[in-house]
């Protein structure tokens, strides 16, 4: 069976065009731009396979790491460093490559990073729990006032206190970044769940609502 190729569309201005500027000749553009389009389908081809790829990645290791204990994460994370260091990566950009892959499955699976179990981290947990409890009867508004008037005072003790406040704040900001991206991770769950459970059913009217969601979602 013969496949037919599409042409590729031309506008009649196009048609009388005999060369482009910064080329020799109409068959030198031809060529360079020939190139460049062939190569660009590739590249984003190439990108979209590593994202899918990096998608998979993720989901593995969030397999793996998801109910670990802190030695166990943190023996997992040697591991995951040395693997990239092995291909000639430096250590530096190995660490800063697990961040990054940890920080995706914190947002895309709401992984929660072991902590550690040594005195002086269960210390540092406990004090950080007290000043949570000590400072949970302020609003945030109250807080960001409180900081301001510390630091206009401008004295070693106040700028500690005030850098304290600081950190409160954005703590509770990142928790209800981290509660609406929950929120819409669920959602998410959701409608893959009845999107496949309508796909299972083949019904007419499980298409038509298929057909619908995809409208919507564009």
Known sequence: MVKTIAPVATSAVALAVETITG?????????????????????????????????V?????????????YVEFMKVREFHVAGAVDKLDSVDAAQKRWERQVNRMVSGFSFVRPKSESKDAVRKAEAKEKEIAKLAEFSTAELEEKRKSLRSQDTDASNREADKLRKEI??????????????VIALRDKIIERAKALAKSGTPDATALLEQVALLLG
């Open 23 to 55: 080329f020799d000749s109409i068959d030198s553009a031809r060529e360079t731009l020939f190139q460049i389009g062939t190569e660009t389908l590739e590249a984003e081809r190439l990108m979209a396979r590593g994202k899918d790829a990096l998608d």
């Open 57 to 69: 990645l993720d989901a593995n290791l969030h397999d793996i790491c998801k109910g670990l204990t």
């Open 170 to 183: 954005k703590r509770r900001e990142a928790d209800a970044i981290d509660a609406e991206k929950a929120v």
